[in-house]
């Protein structure tokens, strides 16, 4: 069992950075699977980006490559997001991962992951 909290949220303007942390509280963070998914209201769950448990592996969904860079701090048990160039598109409520077990092949599919924060709201004015 892992339990994750979000922070980092929030209102900036467009051309903005922010960056989006993920606590990770009873499982080190190293053994998982880590994973950003991104939802707006009416829209399907986005997958944004994930860090593969046994590589360090990263992977993108294509709107957020080149300007959001996901990485891991096991000492501190938290994923980060790192999200620059930030533009009305992003505006969504953002979710961290985890998955103990999920195959490289599933990593973008928001239903192969167990473990869910609450998620932290990001909003871009234009």
């Known amino acids: 069992q892992v339990h994750l909290v979000e922070t980092g949220g929030g209102l900036v303007q467009a051309g903005e950075s922010l960056r989006l942390s993920c606590a990770a509280s009873g499982r080190t963070v190293g053994r998982y699977t880590m994973a950003w998914f991104r939802q707006s209201p009416g829209k399907e769950r986005e997958f944004v980006a994930a860090i593969f448990r046994s590589s360090n592996s990263r992977y993108y969904g294509d709107s957020v490559k080149g300007r959001f860079a996901i990485s891991r701090d096991n000492a501190k048990n938290t994923v980060h997001l790192q999200m620059d160039d930030l533009n009305p598109e992003d505006t969504a409520v953002y979710y961290c991962?985890?998955?103990?077990?999920?195959?490289?092949?599933?990593?973008?599919?928001?239903?192969?992951?167990?473990?869910w924060g609450q998620g932290t709201q990001v909003t871009v004015s234009s």
């Open positions: 991962a985890a998955d103990l077990t999920l195959i490289l092949s599933s990593i973008r599919q928001h239903t192969a992951y167990d473990y």
